[in-house]
Nanobody
Framework: QVQLVESGGGLVNAGGSLTLSCVAPESIYDIGTGAWYRQAPGKQRELVASITRGSDTDYADSAKGRFTISRDDAKNTVWLQMGSLKPEDTAVYYC???????????????????WGQGTQVTVSS
């Protein structure tokens, strides 16, 4: 089972910053797009930010200007840098890789719609 490992969540004061990371297996051959979602209690999961293989980015209106998504394929990592945090940002954050290629000898096997375990971000007022 392919696992994405998330880290970086925690408790911060309003106006503070956090950076979340999502790390794919070292055996990764290629990574397509990457994305961060979040889900607050009682609310629907929402897309926060996405980044293409060519590092084109897109953000939810609520995140635009405050959050930055980035990637380093050599490190198999996608980050979400969050600044000027608001209580409304409180949620469990999940990274998502829609398609990932794994190397097995001279063959490539693909996995689809991979998710991290979730990391809690709590912003106090």
């Amino acid at each position: 089972q392919v696992q994405l490992v998330e880290s970086g969540g925690g408790l911060v004061n309003a106006g503070g910053s956090l950076t979340l990371s999502c790390v794919a297996p070292e055996s990764i051959y290629d990574i397509g797009t990457g994305a961060w979602y979040r889900q607050a209690p009682g609310k629907q999961r929402e897309l926060v930010a996405s980044i293409t293989r060519g590092s084109d980015t897109d953000y939810a209106d609520s995140a635009k200007g405050r959050f930055t998504i980035s990637r380093d394929d050599a490190k198999n990592t996608v980050w979400l840098q969050m600044g000027s945090l608001k209580p409304e940002d409180t949620a469990v954050y999940y990274c998502n890789l829609p398609k990932i290629g794994l190397r097995f000898g001279d063959s490539i096997q693909y996995r689809y719609d991979l998710w991290g375990q979730g990391t809690q971000v709590t912003v106090s007022s």
